[in-house]
């Protein structure tokens, strides 16, 4: 599983030797043999839990505790505990979605985001290949999930030669300083880089450097966060959601899901009449894919961001998987649809007060999205829909608001009485 194909032209390359085809678009692995002989893997008597449950189909060998013959050993750190994330329904929601609500708890991921898949297959694979760095390039949560889960193999600064890859992030040269202290606590090598941050994707790429970046949409990326959609299919089975939602920023969690449903109907584990449909969701502000959908292009373009969003984590002007995305929602009878900053924090206030869930704001578009597309005729009440919660939302919390009110300790009991009227 170590070669890579385009999903436009069919071409193939070796990787880690390139990570674009020459026709321009994002390569990923070619699973099609591994995936023509999956099945879901036996619950009982597996060491294998979350990410690695479905380790026929990634790129990487592990090994469990004891075992160094069949490969890295994934359980040694934080990304063992990738994966695995909650799938549950939100009844009190479904009146106002529209639908029979699903939500996936990604947050619950080890450093709270769905990340973590794809930073810890990277890891893993940075081991086994005994690349001296793992990088990425991010102010958030991927710089963050990196720099956490190359810790977790490599022991952090203190390690031994062959231990593992340690992490570079490179970041804006405005990061604030409380993303810079989340990201250093694991003691990555930080660069911050003043210029093109959106041209920095590209040139780590091809970089000559004994670094593997593993970005927002490269290959191991993806093969890590297609579980997130192969875990959503595995609860489900035999059945299948009717769609899943998610927030699209690069495309690469978009195409990682799209992906994973190719892989399940290659298996014969979905047929193509099961295939839930991908909806995805940008804020209005900064919505290229939206627009492309809308305006039936072919391809995704750049556009000029003119206004901020509350969703700043998904604003992305030039998704360099965007046409990808593009063509995993029209594949599946999806759309991609945008939404306004107001009905983002309506969502997001939702899910906190009628479902418990605190998401960052760029979560929140994927219940925004599923009221749209309810109200247009796309979702039916009775359809069942998975909607994807990225990241947690407690690192953006802030003293905001009216305090409550202040109550003497002698007039406690009096007031409990009271909550009885």
């Known amino acids: 599983m170590k070669n890579l194909v385009c999903y436009r032209c069919g071409a193939s390359a070796a990787f880690p030797d390139r990570k674009r085809c020459e026709c321009g678009e994002p ?24 990410v690695w449950r479905y380790d026929d189909l990634l790129p990487v060998e592990i090994s ?50 769905f990340k973590d898949r794809g930073s810890a297959v990277g890891a893993v694979w940075s081991a086994e290949a005994d690349r001296e760095w793992i990088g990425t390039v991010s102010h958030g949560n991927m710089a963050i999930s990196v720099a956490a889960n190359a810790a977790g193999i490599a022991g952090g600064s203190g ?19 409380e993303r810079l202290a989340a990201i ?30 593993v970005n927002s949409d490269t290959p191991l990326r993806v093969a890590g966060q297609k579980t997130t959609a192969l875990e959503i299919c595995d609860e489900f089975a035999p059945n299948a959601p009717d769609a899943i939602v998610l927030p699209v920023s690069s495309g690469g969690h978009a195409s990682a899901t799209w992906k994973a449903l190719r892989e399940l109907r290659t298996a014969g584990l979905l047929a193509e009449s099961d295939l839930p449909r991908l909806y995805f969701v940008q804020a209005s502000a900064c919505d290229p894919i939206a627009e492309a959908y809308r305006e039936d292009a072919d391809e995704v373009t750049a556009i000029e961001q003119t206004e901020s969003t509350a969703a700043y984590s998904i604003a992305n002007a030039d998704p360099p998987s965007g046409t990808r995305a593009l063509t995993a929602a029209r594949d599946t009878g999806g759309a991609v649809i945008s ?5 983002i924090l309506d969502a997001k206030a939702d899910l906190a007060r009628k479902a418990g869930f605190c998401v ?21 009440a009775d359809d069942e829909v998975v909607a994807v919660l990225t990241g947690t939302g407690f690192r953006e919390l802030d003293a905001g608001g009216e305090k409550p009110e202040a109550v003497a300790l002698a007039d406690l009991p009096e007031r409990l009485r009271a909550l009885a009227g």
């Not at 699973?31 to 009982?44: G, K, L, N």
């Not at 003043?194 to 994707?201: E, F, K, Q, R």
């Not at 939404?339 to 009905?343: L, N, R, S």
């Open 339 to 343: 939404v306004p900053d107001d009905e």
């Open 159 to 177: 390690r031994e030669e062959g231990d593992g890859p340690a992490a570079l992030v490179l970041v804006p040269d405005d990061i604030s300083d």
């Open 64 to 113: 469990g505790p004891g075992d160094s013959s069949a490969g890295v050993t994934a359980t040694a750190g934080v990304g063992a505990a990738a994966g695995a994330t909650p799938l549950v329904r939100a009844e009190p929601l479904d009146d106002s979605a529209g639908c029979r609500l699903w939500l996936k708890d990604e947050s619950e991921n080890p450093t709270g985001s």
């Open 27 to 50: 390569l990923w692995f070619d699973t099609e043999r591994p995936a023509a002989d999956f099945s879901w893997p036996d619950s009982t008597g597996s060491d294998s839990t979350g």
């Open 184 to 213: 250093a606590q694991y003691d990555p090598a930080v660069l911050r880089i003043s210029g093109d941050y959106g041209d920095l994707y590209y040139r780590t790429l091809s970089a000559d450097a004994p670094v593997e970046f």
């Open 360 to 380: 960052e704001p760029a979560s929140a578009t994927t219940l925004a999205g599923i009221r749209r597309l309810s109200e247009r005729g796309a979702l039916d």
